[in-house]
């Protein structure tokens, strides 16, 4: 085994380099990452087709295995998955064995038994794709769909998707991500996705008590001032509060988190002309943005959506892709 | 010892095809190219008609039915269909017609956009090595290989055909 030991980049990589699982964005390349944007290029036409549907997965079972609370992204990787032609079985796992204490282990190695091809996991638990595609690795395929404050990669990858649509060249961007980075998966894997797409200018914008202490060390620039962190920004990322992963006092009041940080049409002003705003959702109205900035012209929030499904499509067929070949 | 035959110049295979094509059965058709190679020859049969009416093309990478084993292809263009075809005669239009499995899944395909009242399936090439019931209605050439023999179109500028010697596609 190679000195860097179990890094989920190598769980995550056939021999050949290809996407076996997909559970981070660290230590992925950049022309992996381009070719999930490119494939995903050629599925974003599929919603408008009379028969939305291509056979490429026509007899896989894939599971969406959530433990989490989820609306747009089990839906979305549901879509994903049917329009490739997939059977696609939903557990609402909150309310299966795991609550008469199964272990999640266990839980994949009985969806294992009944020939599921694929997992898509949500868990609160920091690795939990990672320990299944560790130790079931030969008999299915593992997709991360979230696992506690460590990744969100398909979120990531639909981000970095949309951002291209409308900028296209990653080495002239600023970008900022504001608000909650502390808990935010999605902010990990987008960070690391903008380095590894060689953004220059990245920047996380929050109260002292939601940016992490080392958060500079992943070459981001840390900002407590929306007025200077937005200063001639292309891209505005603005994080959900995660009240529920909160443990104790970490913001004063709700008005006062929107006075300061909440994203207005004031602040978008000094930004660069035609920036971006983007939210991975749900969104909370008069929270972290103002509801004129969330419907104005610059908010890609419902594009980021409908994108999500394509960068699904993308991901899925690329994990499943040669998975017969790779077999033998 | 090889048998090999010798190619034509795609100039010569695409006039025998144009004149076939003239005939009355197909004046109503939409021509639609298989990426990439038909597509090209699509445009080239476009031009020598003087057909002004949009071709369609079809990328059959999301209908292969060797997925599981090769995964999937580099981009090749994406498909673009005429406004509908349904209820049109469709020409679909290939370089090589070899074992019919790009044609299974280009049919396919085009059920997946509409109901087409008729498929006419030509070629420039078919050789033998047929595993389905496929065969061109047109074709210029019809020539016999050895199994590890391929005849491969080489294109857009200048259309050339090339004969390799492999043995079948793996990743």
């Given at each position: 085994m190679s000195s860097s030991g179990l890094r989920d980049s190598h769980v995550q990589l056939?021999?050949?380099?290809?996407?076996r699982h997909f559970l981070?964005?660290?230590?992925?390349?950049q022309s992996l990452l381009t070719e999930i944007m490119e494939n995903a290029e050629r599925f974003i036409d599929f919603g408008q087709r009379?028969?939305?549907?291509?056979?490429?997965?026509?007899?896989y079972t894939i599971v969406n295995l959530f433990f989490e609370p989820s609306t747009r992204t089990r839906t979305t990787f549901e879509i994903a998955a049917k329009r490739l032609s997939a059977d696609v079985i939903n557990l609402?796992?909150?309310?299966?064995?795991t609550s008469k204490g199964e272990t999640l282990l266990d839980t994949a190695r009985n969806l294992q038994a009944m020939h599921a091809d694929m997992l898509i996991v949500r868990d609160s638990h920091a690795g939990a794709a990672h320990l299944i595609a560790t130790h079931l690795n030969d008999q299915l395929q593992v997709v991360n769909a979230g696992d506690g404050r460590h990744a969100h990669p398909t979120q990531a990858m639909l981000d970095m998707f949309t951002i291209r649509q409308y900028?296209?060249?990653?080495?002239?961007l600023a970008v900022a991500i504001v608000g909650d980075v502390l808990h935010s998966r999605v902010a990990r894997s987008q960070i690391q996705a903008l380095g590894i797409l060689g953004v220059p200018d990245i920047r996380v914008i929050g109260p002292n008590t939601l940016i992490p202490t080392d958060v500079e060390s992943l070459g981001v620039t840390a900002h407590t001032s929306m007025e200077t962190g937005l200063d001639n920004v292309d891209v505005v990322i603005m994080l959900r509060l995660q009240r529920e992963r909160m443990i104790g006092q970490l913001i004063a009041s709700e008005q006062e988190y929107f006075k300061t940080w909440g994203l207005t049409q004031e602040r978008f002003?000094?930004?660069?002309?035609?920036a971006i705003v983007m939210h991975p959702g749900p969104i909370n109205r008069g929270l972290e943005i103002s509801s004129s900035m969330a419907d104005s012209p610059n908010s890609l929030i419902l594009p980021q959506v409908t994108n999500g499904i394509a960068i699904r499509m993308s991901v899925l067929s690329m994990v499943m892709s040669g998975v017969e070949g790779v077999k033998e | 010892m090889s048998n090999t035959p010798k190619i034509p110049a795609v100039e010569i295979l695409l006039a025998s095809l144009v004149d076939e094509l003239t005939a009355d059965a197909y004046s109503d058709g939409v021509l639609v190219g298989i990426r990439r190679g038909g597509a090209w020859i699509v445009d080239e049969l476009q031009a020598r008609l003087g057909r002004t009416d949009p071709p369609g093309y079809i990328d059959i990478s999301f209908y292969r039915d060797d997925f599981a084993m090769v995964g999937l292809q580099p981009e090749v263009g994406g498909s673009e269909l005429p406004v509908s075809i349904d209820d049109a005669h469709v020409i679909l239009v290939d370089d090589v017609i070899h074992t019919g499995r790009t044609i299974r899944a280009a049919m396919n395909e085009l059920f997946d956009s509409g109901r087409p009242k008729k498929i006419s399936l030509i070629s420039l090439i078919e050789r033998d090595g047929h595993e389905l019931p496929i065969r061109a209605d047109i074709c210029s050439l019809r020539v016999s290989l050895a199994p590890n023999e391929h005849v491969k179109l080489l294109g857009p500028e200048p259309l050339a055909f090339e004969l390799v010697k492999r043995n079948r596609e793996k990743k």
């Open positions: 056939n021999e050949d380099g290809s996407l981070t964005i660290d230590g992925l390349s009379k028969i939305k549907k291509a056979p490429l997965l026509r007899g609402n796992a909150q309310r299966s064995s900028k296209p060249d990653f080495s002239k002003a000094s930004t660069n002309k035609n | -």
